[in-house]
């Protein structure tokens, strides 16, 4: 993730640290530059052009997502990079030869709104959340409270032209009255813009620094809003510079440990009978998680239901192919069971905080010695918000604090011509779906070189590493003109720094659906008559192709809730 200097400048900007194309590529030909640039950075990706080469990307020339950042492009070649590793599996497994991978880049420019790109009978957007069939899993957001709703937003600071990006996370009462806002005030704040106005005029009472301090010493989430150059100027910003975007290494204790042949079953897409434990929550876990579904893996995702959750997970296709089963790991019974399924396990996923498992016997050490005692390498990723280490390594954080700290809420804020410094979210949960195919796609090299050389991995994905990636100098931003353009083709309503992510994304979705036919062309979904949500589920398929349908990702059972199986070990 080393920053470079730019080879270009087309003399325009969005605040310091930025970097702008001199002239618009259509959006294959610009997948196709960035693959390779990508696959240059990082270590151990393959240098075979025929792979490389082999990435079909199709698609509209302009770009669909708002704004100056090119995440549909990065997006798109994240998507093809696990197509490509998919093949090197498939090729280790003497397979098929092939070198082809097909990505459609509007089908990737639709995957960030994953989660509310779900019919159900008939049934579209928020009504999906309040069908009876979608169990609730955060009674504090359903309860309609405007002042949790706010609690998530961008609000300037006493410091003039400094905003914070504030998030209420799981407990946006605990985050509010640390600021002096009680859960009284509830019944008096009936309007969301009241609420919103409510607490920029407590936050307006702190300085930047003061209030980064009060949420990073009780445990909470949240970020000033930086340009890219001023989070590039932080030690937290210095330390996760240091570590390649797709950042996993073999681990020295299990070094002698044999490799492990990919198995050969009638299921020949890449991931057969790789066994997989997802602990995770929100969607960046989740998304990393249904990636390695398609491709075949047997994942397990262990919730409890004690923990809240993001439920328009639930009936995406990011809970799909999975089981769910529910574990306290209180409870001795529940830990052993656990531990079980680690010992069975190829993968292990962790999306929590940094640290939290392993304080509960599941960390890597834990993992490694479970490698070591079979005779068998293990494969475990993290991820999280800021990185591996670093002094915000250990602390919580969500799509939209990634956004403000690396400097995307930044750009969003200039693109849209406010006052410097001024942060606005951008368009869709970007981030968090990215790095779950980033996720899935540092667990899939991992995979591949414990079939080659052996021995157990231990990764890494981060969400504002993703955000960093997207800003770097050899990426490069759009022009405003292009900007404009892609405004002009969509008509997309305007936001400002209010804005929460979920009714946002359905704005974007309403302009698509308005201005094109990009949401409804089927060939991009996927649909089940056989899910507990509904009789007929339409859900965004896989973006990964291959010439070979036996091959090609997809899901074979329907997504299903969080913690709705009983519990069971891996097959096989």
Known sequence: MAIKGATHDSGEHYGPGTYVEQSFSPLPEECRRLLHLFAARTPGFTRDQALLDGVQFTGDDLPCIPGPIKSQAVTAVLHAMVGIVGLEILHLRGDTTATTTHIDTNHAGLFPATPALVHIDGQTGPAVIKMPTVPQWDKDRRSGSSLVFRATAIYETADKGVWYQLHGSLDSWKMLALIGIGKELDAEVRTDDAAYDLIQQRVRTYRAIEIEQLMLQNGLSGNIVHSPEGWLNTEMGK?????????????SCTADLPPVSIPTLNDRRPLAGIKVVELTRIIAGAAAGAALTSMGAEVIRVNSSKLKDYTPAQPSSLMAGKTTIDLDLEDPTDHAKLLTLFEQADVIL??????????????????????????????????????????????????????????????????????????????????????GILTALTIMCAIRDRAKYGGSYHGHAALTGYNMAT??????????????????????APWSSDIHVAPLYYQILESWGKKSSLIENEKYYVRFSDSVFGNDLRVLAPIVKYDDEKVTPRWSTPPVPFCHHLFRTFEG
Not at 386 to 400: F, K, L, S, T, V
Not at 474 to 487: A, G, S
């Open 471 to 492: 800003l770097d100098p050899e990426v490069r931003l759009y022009q405003r003109n292009t900007v404009q353009k892609i405004q002009d083709k969509y008509q997309f």
């Open 350 to 435: 962790q999306g929590y905080r940094l640290g939290s498992f392993k304080r509960r016997g599941f960390g890597i050490g834990s993992a490694l010695e479970i490698a070591k005692k079979r005779g068998k390498g293990i494969v475990y990723v993290d991820e999280n918000c800021y990185g591996p280490d670093g002094y915000y390594a250990e602390r919580p954080g969500w799509q939209q604090v990634a956004d403000a700290a690396a400097g995307s809420s930044y750009i969003m804020g200039q693109a849209f011509n406010c006052p410097a410094g001024q942060g606005v979210l951008p368009s869709l949960p970007i981030s968090d779906m990215s790095t």
């Open 239 to 251: 330390s996760l510079a240091r570590h390649p975007l797709v950042n996993y290494s073999r681990q």
